[in-house]
């Protein structure tokens, strides 16, 4: 395994860090007063200010290895990139490379068709809209996919969607223009993973209706938003199939490799970002008599910290190798390992240096309140903990046991 970065990525990282030193911390303050005032369900007029000069920069759709359509760097190589716009929550989208649109771009340059490609591939890359992902419903256990209830109906030339959907992330965003969105279309088939399909879904179809805009740990994520929709008899086109009729897990293993990765990396940008805060804050205040940096307690933490960071970056780069040497599949144990490690990690670090603002730390005079709530969701979103360390059980056990010969 070699982890060191090729020139072309230690000069992208460069001039990443730059801009973020130049534009993005800068704007900080911006950005939520924004939010705060005003209508919040308006597009970040600091966000778009900012997103032609990162075009321009060429800092846009760093996520895509295709380099057709992006910058062409591998999974190890866009890592560092990743974890530095993770240093601040908005910061992804100044350059194009924010979730659920980044997931939903990488879909569509994987499995669109050229008709569905021109339709909705270009203008995403362009950044001129943004997407969802519908897959997640409150009537079941979501993270069983196969307990989808959500159905699409073929209907001659059509396919008639019903369902009821949530954390629908984006939808509320006004430039969101397209959901992807995954039903069953063969709900009475033999084989459970080949039930589901996908389909490219307007938002502005007749019979799309959102409902309301999910609250995270108290947070609506304006102008993003998490959107509970009803889709009530939705006619679309039947060339709006992804891959055609139950290909939707397919597509959806595809779709989440990448994503769970990049959540991940972005994770470990919002941990280095706490525990540079937190030894900022400690060093300038004193408590007792002695600089809160000095005390033993906060020592260990401050440790502790890099330890974890560290490790979960190693583990983050291993799988991110593994992925660009032998595939999203074979590297499956890894990526789980990881989507484990990261968010978890990230909670913890974030929580301590909430600990050493003290009453700051849980206020809206400090990012880390909000820091904390993203991490936490990143520990049940693209698949819960439990999921994936079973997963990871299963194939350590599969790894020492003997495979029992078949019967004549």
């Avoid at 993203?374 to 994936?388: K, N, Q, S, T």
């Amino acid at each position: 395994m070699d982890f060191s970065f090729s020139p072309k990525v230690k000069e992208l990282q460069a001039r990443l860090t730059q801009f973020m030193d130049a534009h993005i911390y800068p704007n900080e303050e911006r950005y939520w007063d924004e939010i705060e005032t005003g209508d919040r369900w308006q597009p970040s007029r600091a966000i778009e200010k900012l997103k032609p000069l990162a075009r321009a920069a060429g800092l846009w759709n760093l996520f895509l290895p295709d380099r057709q359509h992006g910058a062409g760097l591998s999974n190890l190589e866009y890592a560092p990139l990743a974890e530095t716009m993770g240093k601040v929550h908005w910061s992804s989208e100044v350059f194009n490379c924010s979730a659920p649109d980044t997931g939903n771009m990488e879909t569509l340059a994987l499995f669109a068709d050229a008709a569905q490609k021109k339709q909705w591939l270009e203008p995403l890359l362009a950044g001129e809209i943004r997407s969802c992902f519908s897959m997640t419903e409150p009537a079941v256990a979501s993270s069983d996919a196969t307990n989808i209830e959500a159905v699409i109906r073929r209907d001659g030339d059509h396919y008639i969607i019903n369902a009821h959907k949530w954390f629908s992330s984006g939808a509320g965003h006004p430039h969101c223009k397209l959901i992807i969105f995954m039903g069953k279309t063969d709900p009475n088939g033999t084989d459970r993973h080949r039930q589901q399909s996908m389909i490219l879904v307007p938002i502005e179809t007749p019979g799309v209706r959102v409902v309301r805009q999910l609250h995270v740990f108290g947070y609506d994520d304006a102008p993003h938003g998490h959107s509970e929709i009803i889709f009530e008899n939705v006619r679309v086109p039947a060339a709006n199939i992804l891959l055609g009729e139950g290909r939707g897990f397919e597509i959806a293993q595809g779709r989440l490799g990448p994503g769970r990765i990049h959540h991940c990396m972005r994770a470990i940008g919002l941990a280095e970002r706490a525990l540079e805060m937190m030894c900022k804050r400690t060093a300038s205040r004193v408590a007792f008599g002695r600089r809160i940096a000095e005390q033993t307690v906060t020592l260990e933490r401050i440790a502790e910290s890099r330890i974890m960071i560290d490790q979960a970056r190693l583990l983050t780069l291993r799988a991110a190798w593994m992925m660009d040497t032998v595939g999203n599949k074979q590297a499956r144990t890894e990526i789980a390992m990881i989507k484990v490690a990261a968010p978890k990690m990230a909670c913890q670090v974030i929580d301590w240096a909430i600990q050493a603002f003290g009453g700051g730390g849980v206020s809206q005079a400090f990012p880390l309140a909000y820091m904390y709530a993203r991490a936490r969701v990143l520990r049940i979103v693209d698949g819960p903990d439990e999921v994936h360390r079973n997963q990871i059980g299963k194939l350590e056990v599969a790894k020492h046991t003997p495979i029992p010969p078949r019967r004549a």
